[in-house]
């Protein structure tokens, strides 16, 4: 991982390594032998013109913002500057390091169409715009916590995956949702580096799924979601680490078979299915007992991210598993 300085608040995080480190390792030696070095100027990817031209457009949702917020999910803790929350981000499609937000830019997020394939009786393609319009918007402030010991406290705007999940009318067999986000190479340079398992996945149980909590978010801060936060549609499970909150998704499918997702495959031993945030749980290289909040101080971690009241009747019967890697 680059070190980047700048934020009084990353000086402390010389400790805390990424899930960046063990990949950039294995990624170094493949690229040593394809003859190339990644240089550490070209891991950002450049802004384009297709970026410059997606500025001038107007997005076709933004006269839905804001929403009414639901008060049931308000955090006590401030809400992270928007700056913050905007511009230190994880989406590795766009390189592996926090400053992707110019280069997202790039993605394009119109026509959108996601595709609900799989174990049920309603297989569709839905244009997103169709599907936004068509669900009944609320914002909710959730503490996001990444397993990389910082976190944030955002206003998301979105619905319940659960109205995603009554369109599509899962069988009986459906135990796993699995979701993807949009492959495409030519505006999501990191999809060219062939060591990573693209597309990015991830997958939860029918019962995470529809617990009131997962929601699907198209916004942010009472704006559309700019595309470095996940845009058109990303989803926010906020008692598990942020990685499990998949961004840019295309496909939603329904499968009997546990999926192993995207971090998973790379490294299972530090990334597992089922991630809920434990402070007591170490990371195999790091402890998870404090988190850095983007805008404020360092603070506690709490069990499941302290949504324990809403999740965790989920988990009662499933003590033999590991639920919090
Ligand atoms: N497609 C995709 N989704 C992703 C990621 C990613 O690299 N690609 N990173 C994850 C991680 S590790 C975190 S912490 C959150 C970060 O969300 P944010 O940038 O909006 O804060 O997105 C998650 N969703
Ligand atoms: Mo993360």
Not at 47 to 65: G, H, Q, V
Not at 189 to 208: A, C, D, M, R, V
Not at 274 to 291: C, D, F, L
Request: proline content about 7%.
């Amino acid at each position: 991982m680059l070190i980047k300085r700048g934020r009084d608040w990353e000086i402390n995080q010389r400790e805390v390594t990424d899930e960046a480190l063990f990949l950039n390792r294995r990624s170094f030696i493949k690229s040593i032998t394809a003859g190339a070095i990644l240089a550490p100027s070209m891991v950002g990817f450049g802004s384009s013109a297709n970026a410059k031209k997606k500025k001038m457009e107007i997005d076709p949702t933004a006269s839905l913002y804001p929403v009414r917020r639901n008060d049931r999910y308000t955090v006590k803790r401030a809400i992270s500057d928007e700056y913050d929350a905007t511009t230190y981000n994880n989406f590795y499609e766009f390189g592996s390091h926090k400053s992707i937000y110019r280069a997202a830019e790039a993605l394009k997020t119109r026509p959108w169409t996601i595709s609900i394939d799989g174990l049920v009786e309603k297989k569709q393609l839905i244009d997103f715009d169709k599907l936004i319009n068509s669900m009944p918007l609320e914002e909710r402030v959730y503490r996001h916590r990444c397993v990389e010991a910082w976190s944030m406290i955002v206003p998301w705007t979105g619905f319940p995956l659960a109205r995603l999940m009554e369109l599509a009318k899962p069988l009986s067999s459906a135990k796993f949702l699995v979701m993807e986000t949009m492959m495409d190479p030519e505006t999501m340079p990191g999809q060219k580096q062939h060591w990573y398992p693209w597309p990015y996945s991830e997958g939860l149980t029918i019962e995470e799924a529809k617990n009131e909590l997962s929601f699907l978010v198209t916004g942010v801060y009472g704006k559309p979601l700019p595309n470095q936060m996940g845009a058109p549609l990303r989803l926010a499970v906020p008692w598990k680490y942020g990685f499990k909150s998949i961004k840019s998704i295309t496909r939603f499918s329904f499968t009997n078979k546990r999926p192993v997702s995207f971090w998973e495959r790379i490294q299972p031993k530090e990334y597992g299915f089922w991630a809920n945030v434990n402070p007591e749980v170490r990371h195999p290289r790091w402890s998870q007992a404090t988190e850095r909040t983007l805008s404020g101080p360092r603070v506690p971690t709490q069990l499941y991210n302290g949504y324990t009241e809403f999740v965790a009747d989920i988990y009662k019967n499933l003590s033999s598993e590991k639920l919090f890697m």
